[in-house]
């Protein structure tokens, strides 16, 4: 549809947020949809409703609509459950049947989980894909689910067996920022670049000085609006995850995806903050693991990992590898790289001056994930739904949900700053909530809704500094106490 004709996000620096009357999300009472309710409540407070509906101001007649889901795994990786690993499905079913209720020409759900989701498994797991089939055969406008994952591997006794290019690459919209990227002050010339898992040969191809390819599908590019829908979490990598981490799942090759560089501070690296012969040499065996052909010299490999990290962890390493540390100076650009590719990429893969394509962001905080996540969160009940136009603005705020500082938070800090193609034209200072809790700084309203929350060992340092007093938090019709002081990991 032409461009001109999109209702155009202005960045506003509100955040939305709206609360359940209890922590849960039972919609089986017809007419008394909680959720329904409370995304009812949001899109009014954000200015997103009309007489049409609840996206009647953000879906204009004949858009292409995309909703974008955290369906990173089929299982939590820990204790935790589902309901604080992924998006819930109740939500997810909620913001697309709202979406058919508009004159939209098209909805499509998809999302890019890790290479080791079994996506198929998760969509049954949660309903979804029974839901979507029976919305497919009532409304043609609906296009169903898609997995926008071009690699895909199992674990076999430790070992990554993979399935490469599982879609034409046609696909696929390739983008280079080149030295406009946020990653090429950091690139170096000795190929830094690492993401768990993955051969970093392919990442030396895609990510080095001059040179900062993604490759987005299509269907993102094609979308008119963008309705991002993320799960509350903390994150062992990033800090925390919510709307703009989120878009690590537009992309469709994880060799597009720089996590972290290798080696310490100390040799201009950020995979972990001490620089140890012991941890130099767990990074050769990594790397030795990822390129392998064959399966018993994998094997081998990952024995002699093993024997190291044991050996790490009674030297008193908690932390590890793999960038899971507040220093990660890598994670946070590119996922503010993908940002602005959503918002300013044209569908020939060159970046715009205005923005592309409508984007709203509606965060699952019902049950958020705190403790190891992004992969082994435990539960965090807040009961609570989270809106904006502004993902920066939605981060700002979630970080403060999570009892983090969010100024040492990189990912959300820098999202604030003034670069090419910017994410928010307005400072963090200007962030204001509206809706359920009031109107006002988030400092000032979250100070009385603030539960003790467990972070990531490597991120302890960037927690709030605890309030010295428990203040009173309303939850449907009661009142709690709750201590503000965060746990440790």
């Known amino acids: 549809m032409p461009q001109d004709s999109l209702f155009q996000p202005n960045f506003s620096p509100r955040v939305g947020i ?15 949809n909680a959720i329904e309710q409370a995304l009812a409540r949001l899109a009014d407070s954000l200015d997103w409703c009309d007489e049409t509906g609840l996206f009647g101001r ?40 709202a979406a058919l209720r508009t004159r939209a020409s098209e909805v499509l759900i998809g999302d890019a989980p890790i290479q080791g989701c079994n996506f198929d498994a998760l969509v049954d797991k949660t309903g979804l894909a029974a839901w979507a089939e029976e919305h497919m055969n009532r409304d043609r406008r609906f296009r169903g ?17 993979a399935e490469e290019n599982l879609q034409s690459e046609d696909r696929f919209t390739l983008f280079d920022l080149g030295s406009k990227s946020l990653l090429e002050p950091i690139s170096g010339s ?23 390819q993604y490759l987005l599908a299509k269907e993102v590019l094609d979308a008119d609006v963008v309705i991002n829908l993320p799960k509350l979490k903390t994150h062992k990598k990033a800090g925390v995850t919510c709307a703009l981490k989120n878009l690590i799942g537009i992309n469709g090759n994880k060799e597009f995806l720089p996590h972290h560089r290798i080696g310490g501070p100390k040799t201009g690296g950020d995979n972990y903050p001490d620089d140890s012969a012991l941890k130099r040499a767990m990074e050769f065996i990594s790397d030795r693991q990822n390129v392998t052909n064959s399966y018993a010299g994998a094997m081998v490999w990952r024995i002699a990992f093993g024997i190291l990290a044991r050996a ?41 001056n205005d923005l592309q394509r409508r984007v709203i962001h509606v965060a699952d905080a019902v049950v958020a994930g705190q403790g190891n996540g992004p992969l082994a969160p435990d539960p965090l009940e807040l009961g609570l739904l989270l809106g904006a136009d502004n993902a ?23 999202a604030f700053d003034r670069f090419e193609w910017p994410i928010s034209d307005v400072p963090s200072s200007k962030v204001r ?3 359920d809790l009031g109107a006002g700084a988030p400092n000032e309203i979250l100070g009385r809704v603030r539960t003790p929350v467990s972070h990531p060992v490597g991120w302890v340092n960037a927690a709030a500094d605890p309030v010295p007093a428990e203040p009173r938090i309303r939850q449907g019709n009661d009142l709690a106490a709750a201590s503000v002081e965060p746990q440790d990991a």
């Open 18 to 32: 709206a609360r359940l009357p209890t922590v849960s999300y039972d919609s089986s009472c017809p007419g008394e």
């Open 58 to 97: 953000v879906i204009p007649p004949g858009a292409r609509v995309l909703i974008k889901p955290n369906l990173v795994l089929h299982q939590n990786e820990g204790p935790g459950g589902m309901e604080c690993l992924v998006t819930h499905a109740s939500v997810i079913r909620a913001v697309a049947e």
């Open 145 to 161: 689910l898609r997995d926008f994952r071009r690699t895909t591997c199992v674990l076999v006794h430790g070992v990554r067996v």
């Open 190 to 212: 000795h190929n830094p670049f690492r993401v768990a898992w993955y051969d970093h040969r392919l990442m030396a191809r895609t990510h080095h000085a001059g040179v900062h």
């Open 312 to 352: 790490s962890r009674y030297r008193g390493d908690r932390i590890g590898m793999d960038g899971s540390w507040s220093g990660n100076d890598t994670i946070w650009r590119t996922c503010l790289d993908l940002n602005r590719i959503l918002l300013y990429g044209g569908r020939d893969g060159r970046m715009r």
């Open 392 to 414: 920066a603005a939605m981060d700002w705020v979630g970080a403060q949900l999570l009892a983090y500082s969010p100024e040492k938070i990189s990912l959300v800090r820098h």
């Open 433 to 435: 909530l509206v809706g």
